[in-house]
């Protein structure tokens, strides 16, 4: 299985592939997010400089990263929310040739924009389990009424899910992310998916992953 960058803008379903590949192909999914906390648990170092609100430095991100890649062996991966910049990418590959490791494909979720705003502005969520649902697509919709098909509690409309919340957060990310865009499209490593259906996601997601294996 290739190792796999995972791009998408909000609401595009970056969890639910993840969470596809995970279960279907024993995927582990690393978040620099999560490693860092968990690192700061036992680092008082990392741990000053992330309560001080400071950004963390690439050169910590990547020794952490550096170490979990050798620890996974050769468990497919995929990287969500990492690299962010041109930077983090450049340093990636450096990474990557240096543990002598192939960066895989980069799958950039590019769902159509006024297709992501309906999905935001139809999303109603468990305020319990965070459990979310559509009032717009059936096999979406809450089982019974408008309650939580595992908590039988209420479903809210959250007040940041609006159109215009969700342009501002959708021009946010085509802003800080194009450039990693063309990086990774130059290089012939990235492959759009634009479809909506989860299972013809699924299907893409799994050829791709499965290529030249
Ligand atoms: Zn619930």
Redesign the pocket.
């Known amino acids: 299985m290739k190792n796999i960058i995972l791009l998408a803008p909000p609401a595009a379903g970056k969890g639910t592939v993840a969470k596809y590949l995970c279960d279907t192909f024993g995927y582990v999914s690393i978040s620099t997010g999560d490693m860092l906390r968990e690192e700061a648990k036992s680092n008082e170092e990392l741990k000053a400089i992330m309560e001080s609100g400071k950004l963390v430095g690439d050169d910590i991100v990547f020794d952490l990263l550096k170490a979990k890649l050798n620890k996974l062996g050769n468990t497919p991966y995929i990287l969500d929310g990492f690299p962010r910049t041109v930077n983090q990418a450049v340093m990636y590959d450096e990474l990557l040739q240096n543990i002598e490791r192939e960066l895989g494909v980069v799958i950039y979720l590019d769902v159509d924009k006024e297709e992501l705003k309906e999905r935001v502005v139809s999303r109603i969520v468990?305020?319990?389990?965070?459990?979310s649902y559509s009032t717009r697509e059936d096999d979406f919709a809450p089982k019974n009424g408008n309650l939580?098909?595992?908590?039988?509690?209420e479903?809210v409309h959250r007040d940041d899910d609006s159109e215009e919340v969700f342009y501002q957060r959708y021009e946010e990310y085509l802003a800080k992310t194009m450039s990693l865009i063309d990086y990774y499209e130059g290089k012939g490593l990235l492959v759009r998916i634009g479809d909506t259906d989860p299972v013809v996601v699924f299907d893409k997601v799994s050829s791709l992953v499965k290529e030249n294996d």
């Open positions: 468990c305020p319990e389990c965070k459990a939580c098909d595992k908590c039988n509690i479903l």
